[in-house]
């Protein structure tokens, strides 16, 4: 059974950093690309990063967080990483991950002083 689990979200001021961390069961998670998304309150979600099956993983990232997030992978552990940096206001949301239109349950991130 495929199953993805978020956690890592909290509370921080902006300038902050959190770091998510998805861990995957069900699949082996080099063979598909897996992503990160959020939903901001009133918002639709969006695409924030992904990483590729590619050998070491290439990483895409949107616009909005491109030199302040990185994407990483812990292949032994199953686990995908979303380090955010400098975290702003505009960066609150629900974090999903997602491979192969599975769907974790979200971790809340917050950004306000």
């Known amino acids: 059974q495929v199953q993805l689990v978020e956690s890592g979200g909290g509370v921080v001021q902006p300038g902050g950093s959190l770091n998510l961390s998805c861990t995957a069961s069900?699949?082996?998670?080099?063979?598909?690309?897996m992503r990160w998304y959020r939903r901001a309150p009133g918002k639709e979600r969006e695409w924030v990063a992904a990483i590729t099956t590619t050998a070491g993983g290439t990483a895409y990232y949107a616009t909005s967080v491109e030199g302040r997030f990185t994407i990483s992978r812990d292949i032994p552990k199953s686990t995908m990483f979303l380090q955010m940096n400098n975290l702003k206001a505009e960066d609150t949301a629900i974090y999903y991950c997602?491979?192969?239109?599975?769907w974790g349950q979200g971790t809340q991130v917050t950004v306000s002083s």
């Open positions: 997602n491979s192969d239109g599975n």
């Open positions: 069900g699949f082996d998670i080099t063979k598909y690309t």
